[in-house]
C-alpha cells in the first residue's frame, strides 16, 4: 500500500455525520453499523473478473474511494491511498429455487448493513455481485453514509459501466476525473463555512430544542435484534394527489412542501407540542467539480415550525414554505451549527439527533438516461434488508454501550420517504425498538391529513387533525 501524501480534515460536509457515528458506537465510530447500500440490478451476462477490473479502474479515478483514516478521534486525519485493491465479492445464488432468491437476497443485503467498518483500512466500503440467473445480477456497494450521496451514486453506477465497457474492447476508458479531496474540502469550506446574520438568525428559530425523545420505543432486551428495518408502504390517490398538486401551484410552492405540511402536523399529533423541527436533506450541486466527484454533498437541514391550531391549512403551507426556504439558505457546517446553539460545552460527541422531531425525505429521481455498455441497469429493486427467519448471526443490543442506547432508540424512529412523483412512498422504522401499530397509525393519520388539504385547504388546522 503506498501514500500520495495528501493528509487533512474531514471535510466539512461529513461532520454531522461522523459525531453521529461517534454517539452511535463511543470510541469506535467504525462500528456504529450506519452503512448504506447501493443497489443496481444488471441484466445480461456479467463478466465478473471485468466488472472487478473496471471496479479499480473507477476507483482509481475517484480519489475519495481511496480514502482511509489516519486518526479515528472526534477531529480525525483523512489520508488519501495511492494504490488500493478493491474486491468484487461474487456470491452465487443460481442454484437455489427462485421462489427463495428473493430473500436469500434481502439476506445478504442485511448483513452487509450491519458489519462494521475498519475505517483505517482501505478501501473503506465494500462491493458484491449476487448472480440470481445467467442474464441478471445485482450489484451491492456497501459503505458508511457519509462517504456518498445520491450523486455519487450515479457517478459511481455511470464509471463503472463506462470503465467495464472499457474492459471487455467495446469502448475507450473514459477521461481521467480531475478534482479530488482537495478540492472536495475547498467546495465544502465555501459552502458550508459561513457564520453570518442569516445562520443566526435561523438558530434562533431552533430554541427551545426539541425534548429528547417524540415517541418512547418499547421495551427491549439484550437478545433482540439490534438492526431490524422494516418500511410500510403508502399510496395517495391519483385524485387526491392531483387536488394536492392544484393546492401547491395555487399557494406558489411544491407538492413536496404540501407533504412536509401534513407530517409536520402528524408529528405534531404524536409529541402533544405545537412546535416541531423536522429535519430534511437539500440535494444540489452546481459547479463542475461538484458534478464530477464522489463525495457527500448532500446537506440535512432543520426546520422549525411554529403550529397555529386556529389558522388555515393554506397559511401553514405557506408557512412551511418559508421555514424551509429560510432554513436551506441558512446552511451551515455542522460544528458552527453546534457552536451557534450554545451547545458547545456539552461533551462530544454531539450529534443532530438531538437536533429534531423527525425525519421527512424524498427519493432522489433517477437519470433517464441510458449507461454506456453491454448490460441494463435496473435502479429501483424492491428489497429490503432482512434477516433470515431462524439463522441466529446478527448483532444483539447487549453489543452496544448502555450510554449509548438513548442514541439508538432516537435513530430508529420512524422517519418518512416520498417517491419522486409525490403519490406514495414508505414509513420506515426499526423493529426492534417501535411497534409496527404505531407507525401504521401515522400513516392513517397522515393521509387523512392529506385529504382535508385536498378537500378544504381553506378549514382550520385543528379541524383536520381531530
Request: hydrophobic residues 40%; charged residues 25%.
Amino acid at each position: 500500500m503506498s501514500f500520495t501524501g495528501v493528509v487533512g480534515p474531514l471535510p466539512r460536509g461529513y461532520e454531522l455525520l461522523w459525531e453521529r457515528m461517534h454517539e452511535m458506537s463511543p470510541g469506535d465510530p467504525g462500528g456504529s453499523r450506519f452503512t448504506a447500500l447501493l443497489t443496481r440490478g444488471l441484466g445480461g451476462q456479467v463478466d465478473a473478473d471485468a466488472l472487478e477490473k473496471a471496479l479499480a479502474d473507477v476507483t482509481r479515478r475517484h480519489e475519495m474511494l481511496r480514502m482511509r483514516f489516519k486518526t479515528t478521534g472526534l477531529d480525525p486525519l483523512v489520508e488519501i491511498v495511492e494504490d488500493v485493491e478493491a474486491e468484487l465479492h461474487v456470491e452465487d445464488l443460481r442454484h437455489h429455487p427462485p421462489s427463495e432468491r428473493q430473500a436469500l437476497v434481502a439476506h445478504v443485503l442485511y448483513l452487509e448493513s450491519v458489519r462494521a467498518f475498519d475505517l483505517v483500512a482501505v478501501p473503506v466500503w465494500r462491493a458484491c455481485l449476487l448472480r440470481l440467473s445467467e442474464d441478471y445480477s445485482i450489484l451491492c456497494v456497501s459503505f458508511p453514509d457519509f462517504l456518498f450521496d445520491a450523486w455519487s451514486d450515479r457517478i459511481l453506477v455511470q464509471d463503472l459501466m463506462a470503465c467495464y465497457s472499457a474492459r471487455l474492447g467495446l469502448s475507450r476508458p473514459p477521461t481521467p476525473v480531475s478534482y479530488g479531496y482537495r478540492d472536495l474540502l475547498n467546495l465544502h469550506e465555501r459552502q458550508y463555512g459561513g457564520r453570518g446574520p442569516r445562520i443566526q438568525e435561523q438558530v434562533s428559530r431552533l430554541h427551545p430544542l426539541p425534548r429528547p425523545l417524540s415517541i418512547d420505543p418499547r421495551d427491549t432486551a439484550a437478545s433482540d435484534l439490534l438492526i431490524d428495518p422494516a418500511a410500510i408502504d403508502f399510496s395517495v390517490s391519483s385524485e387526491v394527489s392531483a387536488r394536492l398538486d392544484d393546492c401547491a401551484t395555487r399557494l406558489r410552492t411544491t407538492q413536496y412542501v404540501v407533504l412536509m405540511a401534513a407530517y409536520y402536523l402528524v408529528v405534531a399529533s404524536v409529541s402533544g407540542s405545537s412546535k416541531v423541527v423536522v429535519s430534511t436533506v437539500t440535494l444540489g450541486r452546481h459547479s463542475k467539480a461538484e458534478r464530477a466527484l464522489v463525495g457527500q454533498f448532500g446537506q440535512d437541514v432543520f426546520v422549525p415550525v411554529n403550529i397555529d391550531w386556529k389558522g388555515s391549512l393554506e397559511a401553514f403551507v405557506q408557512q412551511v414554505h418559508r421555514a424551509l426556504a429560510d432554513a436551506r439558505l441558512a446552511r451551515t457546517g455542522y460544528r458552527n451549527l453546534v457552536e451557534l446553539l450554545g451547545e458547545a460545552h456539552r461533551p462530544r460527541p454531539w450529534s443532530d439527533l438531538h437536533l429534531f422531531d423527525s425525519y421527512f425525505q424524498s427519493v432522489v429521481p433517477e437519470s433517464s438516461e441510458s449507461f454506456p455498455g453491454p448490460l441494463r441497469v435496473d435502479h429501483e429493486l424492491e428489497v429490503i434488508p432482512a434477516p433470515l427467519p431462524g439463522v441466529d448471526e446478527y448483532p444483539r443490543l447487549g453489543d452496544v454501550p448502555s450510554e449509548a442506547m438513548p442514541v439508538w432508540w432516537r435513530q430508529a424512529q420512524p422517519w418518512m420517504l416520498v417517491d419522486s412523483r409525490r403519490q406514495g412512498g414508505t414509513l420506515n422504522f426499526n423493529r426492534t425498538f417501535y411497534d409496527e401499530s404505531q407507525v401504521k397509525g401515522r400513516i392513517t393519520s397522515f393521509l387523512e391529513v392529506l385529504r382535508a388539504i385536498a378537500d378544504d385547504s381553506g378549514q382550520p388546522v385543528w379541524k383536520a387533525v381531530g
